[in-house]
């Protein structure tokens, strides 16, 4: 059973470009956490989003920033002029919860590495 | 609000034991833990939840007191491979809600 598959694993944009990160769930997930985490810093948690829909954003910039999980095919999180503040490791987790009050284990891929120059 | 966890820095020799801390301001419904190696993703540890259920790896203990909000994880007999950055993880209201994590605690085993 392969585990959440994240591409690319590196990215680099010049100011001003757009970046997307690619999050396939492990098989069997439909929910699907995006976490950001600056260098020697922890997770910050972005958007939570299950298949077609967004749960919470809460953590998502207001600006140039947008989620989506798409009845088909892999989670997209798209940065529209990227800045230099934006190079951070993206994370994204996907969880097999199916009813309120079990486990709610994330299991994180590898991540992508975008660098913004 | 972010959990905040203690120690922030633990340096261990092989076989010794070491205790990290999380505590939170807020009532919780569990707390995750993961060990993040550099450069790689953090990986799954244990999950506690309130009311006393746990899941998660076999070599590695925690426990979850409801009263103070806080979680204890316990390494026991430490090995080189324990060393990484330790972040907890905590939930609020019910499971399927974002994971808020605390800063890491970052803990090297020597041999």
């Known amino acids: 059973n392969a585990g959440v598959m994240q591409n690319p694993r590196h990215l680099v944009r010049r100011r001003g470009q757009e970046a997307r990160l690619r999050c396939s769930p492990m098989k069997g997930h439909s929910h699907v956490y995006w976490y950001r985490q600056l260098p020697e810093e922890g997770l910050k948690f972005m958007v939570y989003?299950?298949?077609?829909?967004?749960?919470?954003e809460s953590g998502m910039p207001k600006e140039r920033f947008s989620a989506e999980f798409p009845k088909e095919g892999p989670s997209i999180l798209r940065i529209q002029q990227v800045v230099r503040g934006d190079s951070a490791a993206y994370f994204c987790?996907?969880?097999?919860?199916?009813?309120?009050?079990?486990?709610?284990?994330?299991?994180f891929g590898p991540g992508t590495r975008l660098t913004v120059l | 609000q972010q959990p905040v966890q203690s120690p922030q820095a633990v340096i261990l020799r092989e076989g010794e034991d070491a205790v990290i801390n999380c505590s939170s301001s807020k009532a919780l419904y569990s707390v995750h833990w993961y060990r993040q190696k550099h450069g790689e993703a953090p990986v799954f540890l244990m999950i506690?939840?309130?009311?006393?259920e746990q899941k998660g790896h076999d070599k590695i203990s925690a426990s979850f007191n409801e009263k103070k909000q806080q979680s204890s994880l316990y390494l026991t007999a430490s090995q080189l491979s324990y060393s990484g950055t330790y972040f907890c993880g905590t939930e609020i209201g019910t499971a399927g809600n974002k994971l808020t994590f605390g800063g890491g605690t970052r803990v090297l085993v020597k041999p």
């Open positions: 987790a996907s969880s097999p919860l199916e009813l309120a009050g079990s486990y709610n284990e994330q299991f």
């Open positions: 506690l939840l309130k009311g006393g």
């Open positions: 989003l299950q298949k077609e829909n967004i749960i919470d």
